[in-house]
């Protein structure tokens, strides 16, 4: 990634009196670069659409500076940003046709008739509403009037496209192909995006890096990977990850040479003190108390370590959940081909040091990751 | 930015002066008028200076008007209470009647129903008079003219379309599905109706009283042809001060003071319940 | 208690929702409604429970017809999408109103209410208007609303539609417990395949203006009645391929990608018909060229997506094809690849009707069509 095409500054936004009212936004630092797709996510209230709302500028930046292309925006009315918006609520103007709807901008840059209708069919087809392009927005579906929302904005030239949960009216089938050809449209034409959702499916799929938000505050910025692999605190660990993250208080010690990790409810994970790099071990040991994270994929079942009892086994046609109760609370596990563990059976579970996560238990950060255990 | 903001509250602040000074300067012209004899009323030029007197309101509730041309017998408190009684009766009947009546409309679609809702909000439409006549004529016939239940009756041309229309609404915005659960946990129709239905358009029921009781109280035409003197309300009652030796405007100044406090107590009152009436959005959150 | 349907029909002006709907649920049994949005599954739910009336057709709770019965005499809970809990009582009065309507004693009404919010960890927010309580709250109070009164029959209305993604699966999981708990009969509603398949004794997809198919989530998955309903159930979503069947030299065959991919040997009948083979992207796997029923394909775009790794690739023959594996195994992400498909996994369609054909030896033991 190269150029940068939008930088946040310090941004802040209050609702009220700056310093004194609502603290929706705080100090959010981002850079995106020319023809990347960033994710904002969280769930509602999180300050995701405030944060987009600032970008278009239909929301006072309350403190901080946008860069957009170059420019500096945030004091810049709407319409001289260069930005594309869908809107979450659709917003298609209800006297004019769903073609007029989405050639609107076109138009206006008159553009030749020819040119026009080209550029419309084409996004109509990728988000298949070719065949509503002659009603009007009052007599199609929520589902449609978001998609031609969608392809009124992706169809006009700007610098930034912003797109507010573009696919929330839509039916699963349907959202997991658009995903993909959206992806591709924007990627082909060399756009650059940020998607507002609270979805972490649309955010693994479509975006280059994701934005991970909550109270307000930029919890994590990194790839889907990184995320997934390593992430920054527990709340981002337990939010991203479906089902979610497995996490434990633990109490370490080192006996010998062996490092004991005790759980609640008499359990206790021992391991070689070499399956863990010096200087985690010493911050675990520190610590005294830490918080342990594994992913559901993760645990498996082995005829060794901790017991656990099944409290409920669900097949998914690919997937099997199982939940456990285990040292005062409940484990998850998945496995990928059909479980057969009856509900009530004891089992056994194998947590590999290469798959914790360890986090500190007042500040939630996390300490290390995985395969940097060793 | 903190300079536009501090400009943008000066601004603010003098536009909000204007319109107050621009609204509530007849009320307080009035209030001053109310504590003057008619000399110092009607001097030129006016001015806010005057050595106030208490004479208006002794004349108002000992019921002796003095005038140039001697001493009148004025029934004002009588029709003060009149007024009161007229009105609180008539939304109380209103209620009675519209509240039930409005959960009709919102909530059974029969047939016809929207026709009679608005019918009835027609009744809105005609000119009082052109009702008052044939009435006037058929009240006096079953000797309901002169009556407060007469009176009480056709006041509800004007309380009831109005509580109807307001309180429709407000049970329309309850979601159907929150009286569905009440009733699904084992509670009858009635039931579902006092408990969940009227809690919750009670902020909708108590705004929609009060305009009617505002309504009501200012009512003039019906009461002037309807009423005689020991029936009439204060709106009709003022006319007594247009006397033969000439208008008597401090004693209707403090007459308007005394007729506008019951309202305006009863809106300050109220205040709170209109706001939460605002917020009832909650419900569908 | 048990509950039936029979042919209920129900149109609102003239736009027919449901069209001779029967259904039969047994004592103790969690049924789902599966379909998309308009499928007409709540109007079913508010026809049991009473609050409309159906144009045709009869509802029988335990062998008795309901009709003209209120819905207050049903003995049913029900818990509502957007919740629908009384905004100006506080948690606790609003689980106890199926208790007040019986005029329950205050301490048995007390102590049923404590005990409803234990089990579903809202004890703490009882005092609590709707208002002062988070989505997941709000959503255990209405549940707890509808089990308090201890109804046999639950009504549960996507109540984990409005609830966010973490809570949701923790709900799923702890769900069938609760409801076993109660020995209630449960028709349950949801958009959510994996909702539907975790939590349902049997499925009932609803498309058009009926029930399409009804099951087991073992009958829906692996034998669904058509495309569309195969479409419905998994994600990453199912690969529809057009082709031909042809006897080979190993027996019932297709092409792709020009090479000879063996089917169930009961497919002999549909030999030479046009018909779309459904494989599941978990049933292709990469394997090495040579391996027998290989393909070749090209690696177009690789995501994750709940803990598996997603590949779309293109055929010889350009058609786009999803292929899953676990996350963490290893795989292609780029290039050439060869991937061959779990034959026993895969579906035949018949291509101008969309239905499933049941390959011969299997329909004569008695499998599900």
Partial sequence: MSETMLRLENVDKFYGAVGKGVHAVRNINMDVARGEIIALLGSSGCGKTSTLRMIAGFEETSRGKIHLAGREVHRLPPVKRHVAMAFEGYSLYPTVNVRDNIAFALKAARLPQADVDARVNEVAEMLEIGDILGRMPGSISGGQQQRASLARALIRDADLYLLDEPMGQLEPQLRTLLRGRIKHYIKQRGLTAILVTHDQTEANALADRIAVMEGGVLQQYGSPAEIKERPANLFTGTFVGEPPMNVFPVTGSVVGDQLHLDLEGGLDLVYPQSAFAPQVREAIVKRGRVVLGVRPYAVRRSGEGPAARVLANQWLGDQSHIAAAFANGTLVLVEHDRANVDIGAEIRVALDPADLHVFDPESGKAIAHGAELA | ?285 | MSLQLIDIVKSFKDDVVLDGVSLEVASGETLVLFGPSGAGKTVLLRLIAGVIEPDEGSILINGENMDGVEPEDRGIGMAFQNFALFPHMDARANIASPLTARRESQTGMKRRVEEVAKLLKIDHVLHHKPKELSNGQKQRTALGRALAGEPKILLLDDPLRNVDAKLRFEMRLELPRLLKDQQATVIYVTQDYKEAMALGHRIAVMSGQGIAQIGTPEDIYLAPQNTAIARLFGDPVINLLDVVPERGAEGVQVRLSGTPVPLHQGHAASIGHDCVLGVRPEAIRFVDADAPGSFPVTIEAETPLNEKTVTLAITEKKREILISRPSGTPGPDRGQAHVAIDAGAALLFDRATGNRIAPASAAAKGEPA
Avoid: C
Wanted: hydrophobic content about 55%; cysteine-free; glycine content about 8%.
């Fill in chain 2, 1 to 285: 930015m903190e300079h536009t903001s501090t400009l943008e509250k000066i601004l603010r602040g003098t536009a909000i002066t204007l319109v107050i000074l621009f609204f509530m300067f007849p009320i307080f012209w009035i209030f001053l008028m109310s504590f003057q004899t008619n000399e110092t009323i009607l001097r030129v030029p006016p001015s806010i200076v005057f050595e106030p007197t208490l004479s208006n309101y002794t004349a108002l509730i000992t019921g002796k008007l003095d005038t140039a041309a001697g001493t009148l017998e004025i029934s004002f408190m009588k029709n003060l209470w009149n007024s009161l009684f007229l009105s609180t009766a008539s939304v109380a009947v209103g209620l009675v009647l519209g509240v039930p009546a409005a959960y009709a409309f919102a909530r059974l679609k029969f047939r016809g129903s929207e026709d009679i809702a608005f019918t009835l909000l027609s009744f809105r439409f005609a000119p009082p008079l052109l009702v008052l006549l044939p009435l006037t004529i058929y009240f006096q016939q079953i000797g309901l003219a002169d009556t407060y239940i007469g009176l009480i009756w056709v006041y509800q041309l004007i309380v009831l379309p109005l509580i109807l229309w307001i309180v429709r609404g407000y049970f329309e915005d309850i979601p159907a599905d929150v009286e569905y659960a009440y009733r699904i946990a084992g509670h009858s129709w009635g039931a579902t109706f006092r408990k969940i239905a009227l809690p919750l358009a009670g902020p909708g029921i108590a705004a929609a009283g009060l305009l009617a009781f505002i309504f009501a109280w200012n009512n003039f035409i019906f009461a002037l042809v309807l009423a005689s003197a020991d029936k009439q309300p204060v709106t009709v009652g003022a006319l007594a001060f247009v006397t033969a030796s000439g208008i008597q405007y401090g004693q209707v100044a403090a007459g308007i003071v005394l007729s506008i406090l019951p309202t305006f107590a009863l809106a300050l009152y109220a205040q709170r319940y209109l706001v939460e009436g605002l917020s009832l959005g909650a419900v569908k959150g």
